[in-house]
T-cell receptor, first 113, second 112 residues
Framework: EAGVAQSPRYKIIEKRQSVAFWCNPISGHATLYWYQQILGQGPKLLIQFQNNGVVDDSQLPKDRFSAERLKGVDSTLKIQPAKLEDSAVYLC???????????FGDGTRLSIL | SQQGEEDPQALSIQEGENATMNCSYKTSINNLQWYRQNSGRGLVHLILIRSNEREKHSGRLRVTLDTSKKSSSLLITASRAADTASYFCATDERGSNYKLTFGKGTLLTVNP
């Protein structure tokens, strides 16, 4: 089966600019996750979708981050405006349900200048 | 906040040796999972152990879970250079809708 696809792989922007990441999960996976991974740390969950509904977004900085999952398939994560502290790898993952192992994409490495 | 904490933070061994990594967590959980991450790549699921299980095997991997001590260990036997990676434990707290919380990971280096 095809894995989780993410794009772009790398992005460099200046602070206060906006950026968007795209994720295509494994076909049939109902649950989709966005994580932020800062260098040297484990991933931190930003938002979890079940189909196209939000299950958990308690750690999403909603003043600058937004995410959507239209039609319960692809998803986009947006940051506007970006801050220096947003420099990280943004990982997308998917699973059949919330109680199953997660499959990760290779992430987008974001650098803020 | 991080729930699982791995120990040690870094581990360097020779090919053929066994590697043991430990994970401690703070709350009651449904499941505990171990993931591997190669440099510049996404995480790969290794093993899931449920809270009512004590030990699980998969190939050269052995995972134990002690819910009374809130700890788990991952043993990799007969390590290979290709096992070089970061290893993370992740827990989902009861009542959390299976939200995973990851530790900071153990960086394993296997020298040929």
């Amino acid at each position: 089966e095809a894995g989780v696809a993410q794009s772009p792989r790398y992005k460099i922007i200046e602070k206060r600019q906006s950026v968007a990441f795209w994720c295509n999960p494994i076909s049939g996976h109902a649950t989709l996750y966005w994580y932020q991974q800062i260098l040297g740390q484990g991933p931190k969950l930003l938002i979890q979708f079940q189909n196209n509904g939000v299950v958990d977004d308690s750690q999403l900085p909603k003043d600058r981050f937004s995410a959507e999952r239209l039609k319960g398939v692809d998803s986009t994560l947006k940051i506007q405006p970006a801050k220096l502290e947003d420099s990280a790898v943004y990982l997308c993952a998917s699973s059949w349900t919330g109680n199953q192992p997660q499959h990760f994409g290779d992430g987008t490495r974001l650098s803020i200048l | 906040s991080q729930q699982g904490e791995e120990d040690p933070q870094a581990l360097s061994i020779q090919e053929g040796e066994n590697a043991t990594m430990n994970c401690s967590y703070k709350t009651s959980i449904n499941n505990l999972q171990w993931y591997r991450q190669n440099s510049g790549r996404g995480l790969v699921h290794l093993i899931l152990i449920r809270s009512n299980e004590r030990e699980k095997h998969s190939g050269r991997l052995r995972v134990t879970l002690d819910t009374s001590k809130k700890s788990s260990s991952l043993l990799i036997t007969a390590s290979r250079a290709a096992d070089t990676a970061s290893y993370f434990c992740a827990t989902d707290e009861r009542g959390s809708n299976y939200k995973l919380t990851f530790g900071k990971g153990t960086l394993l280096t296997v020298n040929p």
